[in-house]
């Protein structure tokens, strides 16, 4: 995206344009009208259609994925990057007129084949995520290997149970609802029900729930039954209500945005740049104060230690990031669950992977008891996704001194999450709608422990403490 606002840039200078008057137009269609993917639906029963990449962080109760009989798109470009750095490029052989394949652009080719199967599973994730409820999915079979549909097939060819398969013949008899009079009118005879898809037998949802969901009712759940029923956190027992938590979610979405996109490797200030086109693709002002501050933190960061660490990690190519991740866990007397997620930076080793958390926060005591159970199913899904690797994990704080914290879990702690995630699973998803949580006190908990971990809720959970402080004031 940011070698495409270049390239916009680039042609607009050379047309003449100022980049005052660039910055001026790219703020004019930040405020333009949201496009069709961006807007609100107009009723529950609307259709939005919409491609892949928009789609990404939306979610409908059902969604249709169409043409997976197609190919993801490969690249038959005739001059590369090698992987080196080098330029690699097709020779044209003048007596033939036909371009000969040199040895460095197989090898950079092979590398863009690499690239693009993983973009592909990356975006077939998306995809495949979208729905809450149900997924329609369809596309040619009988095509060679190497479409969508086959990456969808393999992945169900472990657990066929979990798709209905319709054939074509069937499936407009199963597309029912109000008849469609000539003029585009409804008819008037009332909708046939929609007839149930759930094969005979299949087993009732599995709980799909955030691993950052998951992670938060781990520390205690009580902490999402109060924001659930729209209670805020407050500084201290009598106290000030904390920061707009919406406000400081959006700060740390700008701060991972930025980190997503930068090129790691780049100067300073081209860095400076690209955080800004990041700010301002999101439709903030690159020179509001708040922003100059994110600016300047995360500049910060790549420039501490474990930022030129992870720059010398994406200079040798070993740096990915937002790596989608679903983890299915199974654990007696309770159904299967899904985590899902992405991790913020992964570094791929020989013999061993580090998963990185991004916290646009300053590095405070309690930090890994708060963040454990998330960085442990990181750890988990990186854990399966490298088997025989050594896998390491830890936070990586963007304000203040930018402070790391190891939170590597033990073998011992990795199996126990395993056998106690459905059950946390199950509790989260119900959400409030499971009535309130345990007291403190059945939790184990008691006022010193949770001061100590910093948390919010402490004026609704110790009501004497709010007390004590009101008397003292
Ligand atoms: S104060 Fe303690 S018991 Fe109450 S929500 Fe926070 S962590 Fe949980």
Redesign the pocket.
């Known amino acids: 995206n940011h070698r495409k606002a270049l390239a916009l840039a680039e042609r607009f200078g050379g047309r003449g344009g100022t980049a005052r008057a660039f910055a001026d137009r790219l703020r004019a269609q930040a405020a333009r009208p949201p496009r069709e993917p961006e807007a609100e639906l107009p009723a529950e029963d609307a259709v939005a259609l919409l491609s892949v990449h928009q789609a990404k962080g939306l979610e409908w109760p059902i969604v249709f994925v169409p043409d997976l009989g197609a190919s993801p798109p490969r690249d038959g470009r005739r001059a590369l990057r090698h992987p080196s750095g080098a330029l690699a490029a097709a020779l044209l052989d003048v007596e033939t007129g036909a371009f000969v394949t040199t040895a460095a652009l197989a090898e950079a080719r092979e590398e863009g084949r690499r690239a693009g199967d993983a973009e592909a599973r990356r975006l077939l994730y998306v995809a495949l995520t979208r729905a809450r409820e149900r997924l329609v999915l369809s596309g040619e079979a009988g095509r060679a290997g190497g479409t969508w549909r086959a990456l969808v097939e393999a992945g169900l060819s472990a657990r066929p149970e979990l798709a209905l398969r319709i054939p074509l013949a069937e499936a407009a008899t199963r597309a029912v609802g109000p008849a469609i009079a000539a003029g585009g009118e409804a008819a008037a005879a009332p909708p046939e029900p929609l007839p149930a898809l759930a094969a005979p037998g299949l087993p009732p949802p599995a709980p799909r729930v955030a691993v950052t969901a998951l992670s938060e009712h781990a ?5 999402p ?2 924001r659930g029923v729209g209670l805020s956190e407050r500084a201290s027992a009598s106290g000030a209500v904390l920061d707009d938590p919406d406000r400081a979610t959006a700060r740390g979405t700008l701060a991972h945005a930025m980190l997503a996109e930068v090129d790691f490797a780049a100067p300073p200030l081209t860095r400076r740049v690209l955080l800004e086109a990041a700010a301002l693709r999101r439709g903030y002002d690159p020179g509001a104060a708040g922003v100059k501050r994110i600016v300047a933190d995360v500049l910060r960061f790549l420039g501490s230690v474990p930022g030129e660490r992870l720059a010398r990690a994406a200079r040798a190519g070993a740096l990915r990031r937002e790596v989608p991740l679903m983890l299915r866990l199974e654990a007696d007397g309770f159904p299967p669950c899904y985590l899902t997620g992405a991790i913020d930076a992964l570094v791929e080793g020989r013999r061993d992977v580090a998963v990185v958390d991004f916290k646009y926060a300053v590095a405070r005591p309690g930090a890994s008891e708060r963040y454990r159970a998330q960085l442990v199913a990181y750890a988990l899904a990186a854990a399966r996704a490298y088997p025989g690797r050594r896998v390491t994990a830890g936070l990586q704080f963007l304000r203040g001194g930018c402070g790391s914290v190891d939170v590597t879990p033990s073998t011992e702690e990795l199996r126990r999450f395993e056998r106690e995630a459905p059950r946390l699973a199950l509790d989260a998803s119900r959400g409030t709608a499971a009535g309130a ?1 345990p ?2 006190a059945e ?1 184990g ?1 008691d ?1 010193a ?3 100590a ?1 910093g ?4 004026w ?3 009501p004497a403490a709010g007390a004590r402080g009101a008397a003292a004031a």
């Open positions: 520390r205690c759940p009580r902490r039954y109060f949580p007291t403190p939790l908990r006022e422990r949770c001061r971990e948390c919010g809720f402490v609704k959970c110790y």
